[in-house]
């Protein structure tokens, strides 16, 4: 298999990134501050050349063509989560709310993360004056012409409520390759806005693309921000 050798892929290894998405079988109006009543179902990393699934439910054999997968059962998450270097940074994308306090409460992990949901949205409000938004991944993907290559089509992006049909509707093989391929538009936004200091979003005042400056490594929140938060 002839796997991707890029920017991206060379940024993420000489930085210690890896890209996660952690999913929950569960609706989306449930109380946040209550992560004793979530369960985590199924969970993806990416590192820039191969995806870990995590899902008992995944009959394995999930490879995509240019990137290797490695598919485990959940009840190995906690001990690969052991196994990463301590000084690496988890990455995602609307996943300060749930999915890294998912880990940090199950696997009690420490590592350093950053949000580019959060990111994106803080300093837009910034930059240009306004109230927070946070922008959906495929929005902001497609304003930055930020590519997936799992899915047939950027369309074919699941929204949580599509994803909460698709995994009770047993079709579970969708839902990973939903995580993927998002897992995938992270990573390559994150190094794009990385590399150019900068993100495009559309000004609603003039509705046009303007670019808005980005500081990367001033929103990476340390290790044990979480624990120490709860503390």
């Given at each position: 298999m002839k796997v991707h050798f890029n920017r991206m892929s060379y940024w993420m290894d000489k930085e210690k990134i890896v890209t996660f998405r952690v999913f929950t079988a569960q609706s989306d109006d449930k109380?946040?501050?209550?992560?004793?009543?979530?369960?985590?179902?199924?969970?993806?990393?990416?590192?820039?050349?191969t995806f870990y699934v995590f899902c008992d439910v995944i009959a394995k054999g999930m490879n995509h063509r240019?990137?290797?997968?490695?598919?485990?059962?959940?009840?190995?998450?906690?001990?690969?989560?052991k196994a990463l270097p301590s000084d690496i940074t988890l990455m995602g994308y609307n996943s300060t709310k749930l999915d890294y306090q998912l880990l940090v409460k199950a696997y009690g992990v420490n590592f350093k993360?950053?949000?580019?949901?959060?990111?994106?949205?803080?300093?837009?409000?910034?930059?240009?004056?306004?109230?927070?938004k946070r922008y959906p991944l495929r929005t902001v993907a497609r304003w930055n012409s930020i590519k997936q290559t799992i899915l047939p089509h950027l369309s074919w992006f699941f929204n949580s409520v599509e994803m909460f049909n698709e995994w009770f509707n047993q079709r579970f093989r969708n839902v990973a390759k939903n995580l993927c391929a998002e897992c995938e538009m992270t990573a390559k936004l994150g190094a794009r806005v990385r590399r150019k200091g900068e993100v495009r979003v559309l000004d609603p005042v003039t509705e046009?693309?303007?670019?808005?400056?980005?500081?990367f490594h001033a929103h990476v929140l340390p290790s044990g921000f979480f624990a120490n938060e709860e503390e």
């Open positions: 109380d946040y501050t209550r992560l004793d009543t979530f369960n985590l179902d199924a969970a993806v990393f990416f590192n820039g050349k240019g990137y290797k997968t490695v598919v485990h059962e959940r009840a190995h998450l906690g001990e690969w989560l993360t950053i949000d580019l949901m959060d990111v994106i949205g803080l300093s837009v409000a910034e930059e240009l004056a306004l109230e927070k046009k693309g303007v670019l808005v400056p980005v500081d």
